[in-house]
């Protein structure tokens, strides 16, 4: 599944509405998919109207607004809410573009290790960034990461084969889910 389906799981175990993840038509990207969004991309939701929404942060703000009473992800604090929007949206511009490179590794017969170093050490700098956002006490707080943790990990554990054996796993489920019947 991709990263924002992740998000749109977290967030229904967190608030306990059922929703039902499906794949999607022919896979994401393919044009069954894009009849129901021209983007192609996962996740979507088809509400129970009928209506396609799409992109993960709408999708998570329709479920609770939809759904009255069911336990909230969302700060009450305007400013509060502001910055837990502000840190989302960071994420998805900043921290997800950084691992594009990767990919293409995955699919390469001879990947390269040094692309995939530089595209994770970028990920690092990138969360590094954006955690000088959470509060003392906020998420992630008594964890944050270091790029010198997450570059000695990727230094040691990293070489062509690893990449391969991601890449096979990654094959076999690449289709993502789509939200679907809420």
Do not use: C, W
């Amino acid at each position: 599944p991709s990263p924002s389906s992740a998000r749109l799981r977290i967030a229904s175990a967190h608030t306990g509405l059922q929703v039902q993840f499906e794949p999607p038509p022919g896979g994401s990207g393919s044009a069954e998919m894009k009849k129901l969004s021209p983007f192609g991309r996962i996740p979507a939701l088809v509400t129970s109207k009928g209506t396609v929404l799409v992109e993960s942060l709408a999708l998570l703000e329709y479920l609770e607004d939809s759904h009255p009473g069911s336990r909230s992800l969302r700060p009450r604090d305007a400013e509060q809410l502001a910055k837990a929007r502000m840190i989302a949206l960071l994420f998805d511009h900043n921290v997800l573009p950084a691992p594009t490179p990767v990919y293409a590794q995955l699919a390469a017969a001879t990947p390269d290790v040094a692309i995939v170093k530089e595209a994770l050490d970028k990920v690092a700098e990138q969360i590094e960034k954006l955690v000088f956002f959470f509060d003392a006490t906020g998420p992630g707080a008594a964890s944050r990461p270091s790029s010198l943790a997450i570059r000695v990990t990727i230094d040691e554990k990293f070489d062509a084969s690893a990449i391969r054996t991601i890449a096979d796993s990654t094959n076999a489920s690449s289709a993502g889910r789509m939200l679907s019947g809420i």
